[in-house]
T-cell receptor, first 110, second 116 residues
């Protein structure tokens, strides 16, 4: 069974700090996605990484896909209160399915 | 374009009652998913449809849960009878292709269910 493990589970930081959250698996994924979920809403896609070693940047967010395509990281530079939310990684498995990690709940204090 | 539309947004019901959650996927999307989210278990896939056909319902917790997709623009998730442990946020989502192709999954805002 393919699983995605995310760490840390919770993170509370001050505005302006940098942070990195991780998504790990023992299985190889053809791609991984990162979603952000704000309170009271559904998850929204941030990025899809496809190639091992790939790095994608979205403003202050940097996403990396591991060389072996088993892990991914999300780095946020100079976090802002608007970054607060639940960050989920997701990956496709066989037969149309996508599985999600348990998420990292981030709180950025002003 | 309208996103995935779910109803009701919130429902509080008594144990033993029937609950029906409704979903309208994004027009043109041919895959539809029902997820359940709790603090303890995170986001769990319950069932997904492709071209209105249920492909995998292995995530449906038990016989009390059933889902239908009578046409491309409508799906329901029914719980009968409901139990307190069914309390969760239920998300409907859709994607234009298959999830295995890495397509974006578009989620609705969720139906917040509380069974007392």
């Amino acid at each position: 069974t393919q699983l995605l493990e995310q760490s840390p589970q919770f993170l509370s930081i001050q505005e302006g700090e940098n942070l990195t959250v991780y998504c790990n698996s023992s299985s190889v994924f053809s791609s991984l996605q990162w979603y952000r979920q704000e309170p009271g809403e559904g998850p929204v896609l941030l990025v899809t990484v496809v190639t091992g070693g790939e790095v994608k940047k979205l403003k202050r967010l940097t996403f990396q896909f591991g060389d072996a395509r088993k892990d991914s990281s999300l780095h946020i530079t100079a976090a802002q209160p608007g970054d607060t939310g639940l960050y989920l990684c997701a990956g496709p498995t066989g037969g149309f399915k996508t599985i999600f990690g348990a998420g990292t709940r981030l709180f950025v204090k002003a | 374009d309208a996103g995935v539309i779910q109803s009701p947004r919130h429902e509080v019901t008594e144990m033993g009652q029937e609950v029906t959650l409704r979903c309208k996927p994004i027009s043109g999307h041919n895959s539809l998913f029902w997820y359940r989210q709790t603090m303890m278990r995170g986001l769990e896939l319950l069932i997904y449809f492709n071209n209105n056909v249920p492909i995998d319902d292995s995530g449906m917790p038990e016989d009390r849960f059933s889902a239908k997709m009578p046409n491309a623009s409508f799906s329901t998730l029914k719980i009968q009878p409901s139990e307190p442990r069914d309390s969760a946020v239920y998300f409907c989502a859709s994607t234009p292709g298959t999830a295995s192709s890495g397509n974006t999954i578009y989620f609705g805002e969720g139906s917040w269910l509380t069974v007392v």
